[in-house]
């Protein structure tokens, strides 16, 4: 399959007087249809990483390409027009608008930038819940929804305009582990059935042992890239996280 991200010697940098470089050097490609996740200690770098890749800062140095196009030269403008074509975000905070129902949140994405050609999306948006299971909650306002509930409104959103790319930020780390295991089913589901590429950051062991590659970044490097055994899941969580598996026993999450 085709890469949908391809980065070459990327490279972070903040600050000017005194620099703090983040990430030294990147090298990755993602294929299409993945559904991988990156993981890696507080300050090691993923979510400066996760930033570059969803378009939604700039690299210092080196090259990104994302469904084949050089994003470094894109402006601020042209860069927002492009990740609302291209990409979707989960955040473990939703986001969602208070003010607004189930498919008005839905609808939200495409409202940027068609602001006169909402009613003919509604179905579709309709359509998104019905996939994460919301039916019958379309014109609820999200304040009555339930913490899963919200995520799935959020998921549905991040999909409003048929994205390749999602990237899903600590999807499930505020809810609780019963939870968290429907919503990394529906994204798998949502993987299988549209062939939407997935990359999940997270500190949840038990998810990052379930996705088909595990992408480890320590202190701005990748120190360990590899894929998971569909077939051992008990195995895959000894890999991901060899000092913790003890505590679980063999009750990984399913």
Partial sequence: MPNIIETKDLIKVYGTEIKNEVLHGINLEIDTGEFSSIIGPSGSGKSTLLNLLG??????????YI??????????????????????????????????????????????????NIKSKEKWAMNLLDLVGLKGFEH??????????????????????????????????????????????????INDELNTTFIIVTHDEHIASKTDRVIEIIDGNIARDYLNDPEHEFDNFEEVAPEHCFLCGRNVIK
Avoid: C
């Fill in 55 to 64: 378009a939604l800062d700039k690299p210092t140095d080196g090259e990104i």
């Fill in 140 to 189: 609820k306002m999200v304040t009555k929804l339930s913490g899963g509930q919200k995520q799935r409104v959020a998921i549905a959103r991040s999909l409003m305009n048929k994205p390749q790319l999602i990237f899903a930020d600590e999807p499930t780390g505020n809810l609780d582990s019963e939870t968290s295991t429907k919503i990394y089913n529906l994204l798998r589901d």
């Fill in 67 to 116: 469904a084949g196009n050089y994003i470094n030269k894109l402006d601020d403008d042209q860069l927002a027009l492009f990740r609302n074509k291209n990409i979707g975000f989960v955040f473990q905070f939703h986001h969602l608008l208070p003010e607004f129902s189930s498919v008005e949140n839905v609808i939200i994405p495409h409202w940027i930038n068609n602001k006169n």
